[in-house]
């Protein structure tokens, strides 16, 4: 591996807020001709949040991959063949049996790859440890841990970045202001019923509500959806 | 996660010499009823493979997942995008440029995700420091990286287990005669030509023949094919 460029920076984006905020961190810290994006389609649920990060980067006017996950599904999918009990329906905030452990491994991992193959020294992900919701691979140590083993499996000299890690969501929005990426929230996705305009009931929407409420300023998402 | 059972075991099956190696020592370790395999339907160029490892899992009498990857074939095409030469030939011992750095971290992490799902902890890989051909995630301290990034990310007490990591080729067929692989190793894959009869002449069946020939031992799939 030979002069991988660290002015360069690929976002792990999913159209949520998170990820939308560090896609402008990243536009303030790198500069606008050093960002990419990449995007996973695994078969979620919502698919309304790939359209959300393609709209993203359009505006930002920044490359965006999107990677196809089959595997995940295959995964989740041998809950039926194992006797596990498949919910037809899956409580706000309960993992599905479906649930795939360590996704944000695999996220990065394939991050990585995309990143090695062009030489691009720098990733960025919108995990944050403060409201982890039973996911351990957002926390700081677990992204310490898979950037090591990215390192010595790929002798690859990339460094993860987490903007969000340690911040309230009220520090977020603040963050967000601060990176001009307020325009961008105004097209992100949050709620858990792939409503648009969201459902403002479920508990996604109630965090970000929460949030933007706690730093006293207005979801442009919400000022959009009223106009 | 609760009770983990670490009297089972998932081991990596590619449906070649190490592997199927790999999945008879298991099977002498962990126990008959205590093992099953899983191979990665990556679009790899000899599918062969994944016949020979249904073969291997139904003589061995073990449960066989095959988990489907799409995104290294993604990966690789982004080649195609980004101007980057991609060979008609490649040649042998070389990369090909749809090469995926890390694929080990990726396999390992799938594998992990379905240990997790069924509560087994412990992972075989016939991976191996002594031959490794360029890839830096077959050598032990990558192994122990995503051993670790595994364990924190998804709050889990999995070890990986690299039989092979430090053996010869002839002392891993000395370890395939020790607990009883030979049979098996009639119907395993080598040739990076994808040919059965194997072509012989490629540098994996040259070390192939090479290994047995120091073990002086018949290859059982030579051996096989005489017949």
Redesign the interface.
């Known amino acids: 591996m030979t002069d991988t460029n660290h002015d360069k920076a690929i976002v792990v984006l999913s159209g949520g807020q998170d990820s939308t905020t560090c896609l402008h961190w990243a536009l303030k810290t790198f500069g606008k001709g050093n960002v990419s994006a990449v995007s996973f389609d695994y078969g979620q649920r919502h698919r309304i949040e790939l359209d959300c990060a393609r709209q993203i980067t359009e505006m930002a006017g920044v490359k965006h991959?999107i990677?196809?996950?089959?595997?995940f599904s295959?995964?989740g999918g041998?809950?039926l063949t194992?006797d596990?009990d498949v919910p037809e329906h899956v409580d706000e905030g309960e993992l599905p049996s479906t649930f795939?452990?360590?996704r944000?491994?695999?996220f990065l991992?394939?991050a990585?790859?995309?990143a090695?193959?062009?030489c691009i020294g720098n990733l960025v992900t919108g995990v944050a440890q403060t409201d982890y919701s039973g996911y351990?691979?957002c926390?700081q140590?677990?992204i310490d841990?898979?950037e090591?083993?990215?390192?010595?499996?790929?002798?690859?000299d990339v460094t993860i970045h987490t903007p969000l890690m340690y911040l309230t969501k009220a520090e977020t929005v603040e963050l967000a202001q601060d990176c001009g990426a307020m325009k961008a929230l105004a097209f992100s996705h949050t709620c858990y019923n792939g409503k648009q305009p969201p459902c403002g009931a479920c508990p996604a929407c109630e965090i970000r509500a929460r949030g933007f409420a706690d730093a006293e300023v207005e979801d442009p998402l919400v000022a959009r959806l009223k106009t």
């Not at 990677?67 to 595997?71: C, E, G, H, S």
């Not at 090591?148 to 690859?156: C, Q, S, T």
């Open positions: 991959t990677l196809p996950i089959d595997t295959a995964l041998t809950a194992d596990i795939v452990p360590g944000n491994l695999v991992t394939y990585a790859a995309l090695y193959q062009q351990p691979d926390r140590h677990s841990a898979i090591n083993a990215i390192r010595l499996g790929m002798e690859f």
